[in-house]
T-cell receptor, first 112, second 114 residues
Framework: DAKTTQPPSMDCAEGRAANLPCNHSTISGNEYVYWYRQIHSQGPQYIIHGLKNNETNEMASLIITEDRKSSTLILPHATLRDTAVYYCIVIVGGTSYGKLTFGQGTILTVHP | AAGVIQSPRHLIKEKRETATLKCYPIPRHDTVYWYQQGPGQDPQFLISFYEKMQSDKGSIPDRFSAQQFSDYHSELNMSSLELGDSALYFC?????????????FGQGTRLTVV
């Protein structure tokens, strides 16, 4: 699976959009970009995933660049409860086909 | 909606004892994954099962074994426990229906070895 690079930490004001970047320059054509988050000591929570096109769900939006070498997770109106570690994971064929490799996520702190 | 159920939520064992952790996947999910998260660390993949067969294996110690049963629930058996086995253990489940699926995690079992 392709390696990902994320900033170690970010801050965001409550009510503002949080934009979390992820670099995956070695991604291959059949690899999906997944985002999970982990709120302190809870089970990781699925947020969103995509292959090529931008995606949006009730939690967030995922913007994938045209060359697929990077992506941005957008939380449109961050709340204090969005404070968590955010993981960008690239995996072949989705999670049906293998394990998730967690590492070097971004600690997002949302402040009042 | 039903979620992944793990039991017990907390477990305290002494060194050299054994422990069994249980995971009940979301109904209809046929794939189960186990992860270990030590203090201050990221979750690390241990092992996964699809349709009761081991599908992938990570850094799982030989002292650990796991299986998936006919009702798709899974158990992680840990023997000769060591202090370093103290961690959060997460189970996740997904549906093996081809591409484009996601895994859902349980709330974990916190194992403390004393």
């Amino acid at each position: 699976d392709a390696k990902t690079t994320q900033p170690p930490s970010m801050d965001c004001a409550e009510g503002r959009a949080a934009n979390l970047p992820c670099n995956h320059s070695t991604i291959s054509g059949n690899e999906y970009v997944y985002w999970y988050r982990q709120i302190h000591s809870q089970g990781p929570q699925y947020i969103i995933h995509g292959l090529k096109n931008n995606e949006t769900n009730e939690m967030a939006s995922l913007i994938i660049t045209e060359d697929r070498k990077s992506s941005t997770l957008i939380l449109p109106h961050a709340t204090l409860r969005d404070t968590a570690v955010y993981y960008c994971i690239v995996i072949v064929g989705g999670t049906s086909y293998g394990k998730l490799t967690f590492g070097q996520g971004t600690i997002l702190t949302v402040h009042p | 909606a039903a979620g992944v159920i793990q039991s017990p939520r907390h477990l305290i064992k002494e060194k050299r004892e054994t422990a069994t952790l249980k995971c009940y996947p979301i109904p209809r999910h046929d794939t189960v994954y186990w992860y270990q998260q030590g203090p201050g660390q990221d979750p690390q993949f241990l092992i996964s099962f699809y349709e009761k067969m081991q599908s992938d294996k990570g850094s799982i110690p030989d002292r650990f074994s796991a299986q998936q049963f006919s009702d798709y629930h899974s158990e992680l058996n840990m023997s000769s426990l060591e202090l370093g086995d103290s961690a959060l253990y997460f189970c996740a489940s997904s549906l093996w229906e081809g591409m484009n699926t996601e895994a859902f995690f349980g709330q974990g079992t916190r194992l403390t070895v004393v």
